[in-house]
């Protein structure tokens, strides 16, 4: 008994009452416009008094609510809002857009359709059946105040017997107003998924963004990792170098600090560049993302302050690349900088090679694979992700990469194409 009265009177059946009621609302101005149609057709004058006639101008309406839906695509976002507000559906179940394909436009339009089907006939009955309950219920006393002469019943029904079964009535019309609202609204429920759900260009849309937002996600931690863990490497080192001369070469430490000061404001330029990934364009004020041809220089000046001797050959004109190559390339070249920082301990070689080779630009490093000194600085923990993140730039160029240990040096080498995708 508890579980028919929760489906006839508990929150969720009230929810979806006033869902219903809502529908009935919006199909009035298509019932008023369906008036105006069956009025002249039938020479009446007095539709509005005519419950037949009523009955006809609802019917008359409903396709006028259905080309409504289907004319309009916000109607879907609007109708799948009241109900995951209303019905107690799943929003998972429901598409979140406006109605984009002819199919989804169609079942929109059937949707709107029962909402306002519905809703018309139990606003209608919401309106029409409580008082009616309440002068069912109210007749015996009616009767014992007033007799029964005072009220007028067909002939039928002017039996001794009907006043006292009057409240019987009563109370029964009510609940079959309340069961009409429930199964009412239960059967939209069970329909809104199918009718309001997501179609299969939806889910496609849907899985589209998720992967968009997350290719931002990965860009942005790739430029992170790049350009904030080359300039931490560097400024560990510096520092380690100082500290170990601190008390006999004031001067070597002096340089030191100076070129831990240029890294860190250069790598607060970069780092706001970085987060311009997730603008639509870069804002005022924003540095400019870094490039081989602008920085390559600086890159190389802060790298040897760090303690590594750079040799470094270069064969193309970094000015000649385009803007793309230009700034993935400076990405790659400080990525493998950056490693034989982190990886080859201090006091070790590294040569770059950039040059054209077959249209394709090619970058090389390599260091030997000598054993730090002991009183080096710990490499930084976390290793692995700057080979992928290279990997993943050039991938995205259309380009390749190898790395790997051959006859006691390390080699990176990336080949990228001067033109490909974007």
């Not at 007749?139 to 006292?164: D, F, K, R, T």
């Not at 090679?353 to 002991?374: F, G, M, S, W, Y």
């Amino acid at each position: 008994m508890s579980e028919f009265s929760r489906f006839l009177f508990g929150r969720r059946a009230r929810r979806r009452w006033i869902h219903l009621i809502l529908g009935g609302a919006l199909a009035m101005p298509y019932v008023f416009v369906g008036q105006l149609v069956v009025g002249p057709a039938t020479d009446s004058r007095y539709v509005f008094n005519d419950l037949p006639l009523q009955l006809l101008s609802f019917v008359v309406g409903l396709p006028l609510a259905a080309l409504t839906a289907a004319l309009f695509p916000l109607t879907r976002s609007l109708e799948a809002g009241a109900v995951r507000s209303l019905c107690g559906v799943d929003a998972g179940l429901l598409a979140h857009g406006p109605a984009r394909t002819r199919a989804a436009k169609g079942r929109a339009a059937a949707w709107f359709t029962l909402h306002l089907g519905f809703g018309g006939i139990i606003s209608g009955m919401s309106l029409a059946v409580p008082p009616f309950a309440g002068f069912l219920t109210a007749l015996p006393l009616i009767v014992w105040l007033a007799g029964a002469e005072a009220i007028e019943l067909p002939a039928s029904l002017n039996q001794p017997w009907v006043p006292a079964l009057a409240p019987v009535a009563g109370v029964a019309t009510l609940l079959a107003l309340a069961a009409c609202a429930a199964v009412s609204g239960a059967l939209l429920a069970r329909w809104a998924p199918a009718l309001l759900g997501p179609t299969p260009e939806d889910r496609l849309a849907v899985a589209e963004a998720r992967a968009a937002d997350l290719a931002v996600r990965n860009r942005l931690a790739r430029e992170l990792h790049d350009s904030v863990g080359h300039a931490l490497s560097a400024v560990t080192l510096q520092a380690s170098a100082a500290r170990r001369v601190l008390d006999t070469d004031p001067e070597f430490v002096r340089e030191a600090l100076a070129a831990i000061e240029d890294t860190t404001r250069r790598t607060v330029g970069e780092l706001d560049a970085v987060l311009g990934v997730l603008r639509d364009g870069d804002a005022p004020g924003t540095a400019p993302a870094p490039t081989l041809a602008a920085d390559l220089g600086c890159l190389l000046r802060r790298t040897r302050a760090a303690g590594l001797r750079v040799t470094s050959v270069i064969d193309a004109d970094p000015a000649a690349l385009p803007p793309v190559l230009s700034r993935e390339g400076y990405r790659i070249v400080q990525e493998g900088l950056s490693n034989a920082l982190k990886h080859a301990g201090e006091p070790t070689s590294v040569t770059l090679r950039i040059e054209v080779a077959d249209t394709h630009l090619e970058i090389t490093v390599e260091n030997p694979l000598a054993d730090a000194p002991a009183d080096a600085p710990p490499c930084r923990p976390g290793g692995g992700h700057g080979l992928r993140g290279i990997a993943d730039r050039a991938r995205l160029l259309g380009g390749t990469t190898r790395a790997g240990a051959a006859g006691g040096t390390w080699r990176l080498t990336v080949r990228l194409p001067m033109k490909g995708p974007a």
